[in-house]
């Protein structure tokens, strides 16, 4: 996915899309103040950082590092945050969790058993989202109704129960082609390596590339069942 030499210009159908996130976006910080967007840094991140830090600044921005990403994802935000002049918010695992959890497990542990990645996802992404949650009233997330069949029934706004806040999706009716149109249009910076095959982006030693054709979310946990290829993040529809 390559920038061209000159970006398309936006269409109207698409500026209305942006409009109406934006809208939902508003409404969420007017609805419930202290509001968070947790990054993922994939290609909706790009989009969804775009529209907060141009048009809803009052959003916070927060990613998580687990410790195993891409070095892409650190140049990435190097890139972000010299185009916003802002800070990404990065929260981290616990130290001791992450010591026993390799104690016990090993270091790649979560190739293991089904049981040993959610319990590596749980202590380097579930506890430290619940972190970067605490103290916010809602919290926004870039899931798209064509990501999945398990993402096609999520709503713009959600009582997040197991976290105790409201989950924003203001980009839900975006599709893939919108998110990178937009990304063209407005010479975003993005991970290069959505340009090699990986259009979902996660820890460095659970994504893989996928084949084309294949569904986007197949080179994430790719060892695994399907239905079980999700984080904790989400207790339906999982980054
Ligand atoms: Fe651990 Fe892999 Fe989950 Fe990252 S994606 S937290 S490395 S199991």
Redesign the pocket.
């Known amino acids: 996915m390559s920038q061209p030499a000159t970006p398309p210009t936006l269409s109207d159908a698409l500026q209305a899309k942006a409009d109406a996130s934006i809208a939902r976006l508003r409404a969420a910080v007017a609805e419930y103040g202290l509001v968070t967007y947790s990054s993922s840094l994939g290609a909706e991140s790009m989009v969804l950082t775009d529209l907060i830090w141009t048009h809803v600044p009052e959003i916070d921005i927060f990613t998580l590092d687990?410790?195993?990403?891409f070095e892409e994802a650190f140049t990435l935000m190097d890139r972000l945050e010299g185009r916003y002049k802002r800070r990404v918010r990065v929260v981290y695992?616990a130290a001791s969790d992450i010591e026993t959890y390799v104690r016990e497990n090993g270091a790649?542990g979560?190739y293991n058993s089904l049981e040993?990645?959610?319990?590596?996802?749980?202590?380097?992404?579930t506890v430290p989202f619940r972190r970067g949650i605490a103290g916010f009233k809602a919290w926004v997330t870039g899931v798209r109704h064509e990501q999945s069949a398990t993402r096609s029934a999520a709503q713009p706004v959600e009582f997040d129960a197991p976290n105790g806040l409201y989950k924003i999706a203001p980009i839900l009716d975006w599709t893939h082609e919108d998110v990178w149109a937009w990304i063209r249009a407005r010479k975003l910076p993005y991970n290069p390596l959505h340009d090699r095959g990986y259009p979902s982006i996660?820890?460095?030693?659970?994504?893989r590339a996928i084949e084309p054709g294949e569904d986007s979310r197949a080179g994430?946990?790719w060892w695994e069942a399907t239905a079980n290829r999700e984080?904790g993040l989400h207790p339906k529809f999982k980054d």
């Open positions: 687990t410790g195993r990403l695992p790649n979560f040993q990645r959610q319990a590596c996802c749980f202590i380097r992404k996660g820890c460095a030693p659970c994504t994430r946990w984080c």
